[in-house]
């Protein structure tokens, strides 16, 4: 079946650091790829998206690039500030299902020191 | 602002007890869904709904029940027969276009002793 693999947590940077975190899938066909963020105390919210090979999503300053061929979409971000400090979910979507069929993973803490 | 509105934020019951958890949506979406997230596991899908009056199970509905009477509200109950019923859990709703993203309500923290 279809799975998402996200690199351990937790990870904790100082403000203006380069941030990367990793995520791997497994899918048959052709998913769509995401970057949810849930901040303290709060349900998550789309970061970004991603729906062919190549395609780089971009929101807030974070990226990430959605790589056939290694099957991958890491997200990144040149300079983290403490604001950005929250969890951090991969996830993918089904090609043709519906939203029901996302698949998320396991998520990433992130906190950022000043 | 439209949004979706959960209810309570934290809910304590003894154990033995049903409990219900409140989901009202106002983004005229047609699809709601019950996640439970757990720490260190992510999100698990427990029903979801794409139609009033339809819903279907997700990957760990034993324990659960749901109702959905209206468009705006999904409401999720708890039963005694969860066996580990403390969780924090997310509702959220989408449009049902391919690829619709999914907007969260911001939780119920659920504690049962």
């Known amino acids: 079946g279809n799975s998402v693999t996200q690199m351990e947590g937790p990870v904790t940077l100082s403000e203006e650091a380069f941030l990367t975190i990793n995520c791997t899938y497994t899918?048959?066909?052709?998913?769509?790829l995401f970057w949810y963020v849930q901040y303290p105390g709060e349900g998550l919210q789309l970061l970004l998206k991603a729906t062919k090979a190549d395609d780089k999503g971009s929101n807030k300053g974070f990226e990430a690039t959605y790589r056939k061929e290694t099957t991958s979409f890491h997200l990144e971000k040149g300079s983290v500030q403490v604001s950005d400090s929250a969890v951090y979910f991969c996830?993918?979507?089904?090609?043709?299902?519906?939203?029901?069929?996302?698949?998320f993973g396991k998520g990433t803490k992130l906190t950022v020191n000043p | 602002d439209g949004g979706i509105t959960q209810s309570p934020k934290y809910l304590f019951r003894k154990e033995g007890q049903n409990v219900t958890l409140s989901c009202e949506q106002n983004?005229?979406?047609?699809?709601m869904y019950w996640y439970r997230q757990d720490p260190g596991q992510g999100l698990r899908l427990i029903y979801y709904s794409q139609i009033v009056n339809d819903f279907q199970k997700g990957d760990i509905a034993e324990g659960y029940s749901v109702s959905r009477e209206k468009k705006e509200s999904f409401p999720l109950t708890v039963t005694s027969a969860q066996k580990n019923p403390t969780a924090f859990y997310l509702c959220?709703?989408?449009?049902?276009?391919?690829?619709?993203?999914?907007?969260f309500g911001n939780g119920t923290r659920l504690t049962v002793t």
């Open positions: 983004l005229n979406h047609d699809a």
């Open positions: 899918a048959t066909g052709y998913p769509s």
């Open positions: 996830a993918l979507s089904d090609p043709g299902g519906g939203s029901e069929k996302l698949v």
């Open positions: 959220a709703s989408s449009g049902t276009t391919y690829n619709s993203p999914l907007h």
